[in-house]
């Protein structure tokens, strides 16, 4: 069975810096795509970044230069830190596998920007 | 790049058939696939349609997708409506460098 549970998420200072993790089971993250998608509080879903099978990342204009999207192989698990962060970057995160479909989605975990 | 506009929100009565559409902006809808998310309160999306016409395992043959090049449009059809339909239905598509979800649209089943 397909799961993915994602932690690190919590409360954090306007410029400041916090790691999300997203664990995966049930199949392999360095063999599928896997992205980030986050949600506001009331609002609709946005687009994150993504990491290719091959390594390659990319990532939304919102969020380029100050997030970083990585994997570890030996953990099946996928990172996505997240710097020099703002009040609009509040929202839930959710890891997905897949990237133009994203066919699981985790639980997602809550990330509070404030002072 | 190109939007995705839904209707902010729609309500039918159970056993009846809906229609939420989503239209994009520029580009044409037939070139890159469209998918439909359903997301329950205090839940994630899940995937609702595919490829824009196509069924996960488990996803009852009450819905279905599809697509109109002539409005530029896709669209969920939701019929013999059920009480536990009632969400919020997100669709989402792609282009060379982004992928892009439309506001989503509160379906009521009332």
């Known amino acids: 069975e397909v799961q993915l549970v994602e932690s690190g998420g919590g409360l954090v200072q306007p410029g400041g810096s916090l790691r999300l993790s997203c664990a995966a089971s049930?199949?392999?993250?360095?063999?599928?795509?896997m992205s980030w998608v986050r949600q506001a509080p009331g609002k609709g879903l946005e687009w994150v970044s993504v990491?290719?099978?091959?390594?390659?990342?990319y990532y939304a204009d919102s969020v380029k230069g100050r997030f970083t999207i990585s994997r570890d192989n030996s953990k099946n698990t996928l990172y996505l830190q997240m710097n020099s962060l703002r009040a609009e970057d509040t929202a839930v995160y959710y890891c997905?596998?897949?990237?133009?479909?994203?066919?699981?989605w985790g639980q997602g975990t809550l990330v509070t920007v404030s002072s | 790049n190109f939007m995705l506009t839904q209707p902010h929100s729609v309500s039918e009565s159970p056993g009846k058939t809906v229609t939420i559409s989503c239209t994009r902006s520029?580009?044409?809808?037939?070139?890159?696939?469209v998918q439909w998310y359903q997301q329950r309160p205090g839940s994630s999306p899940t995937t609702v349609i595919y490829e824009d016409n196509q069924r996960p395992s488990g996803v009852p043959d009450r819905f279905s997708g599809s697509i109109d090049s002539s409005s530029n449009s896709a669209s969920l059809t939701i019929s013999g409506l059920k009480t536990e339909d009632e969400a919020d239905y997100y669709c989402?598509?792609?282009?060379?460098?982004?992928?892009?979800f439309g506001g989503g649209t509160k379906l009521t089943v009332l």
């Open positions: 997905a596998r897949g990237v133009d479909v994203f066919d699981y």
């Open positions: 990491i290719y099978s091959g390594g390659s990342t």
């Open positions: 049930g199949f392999t993250v360095s063999s599928n795509y």
């Open positions: 989402q598509s792609y282009d060379s460098s982004n992928q892009v």
């Open positions: 520029s580009g044409s809808i037939a070139s890159n696939y």
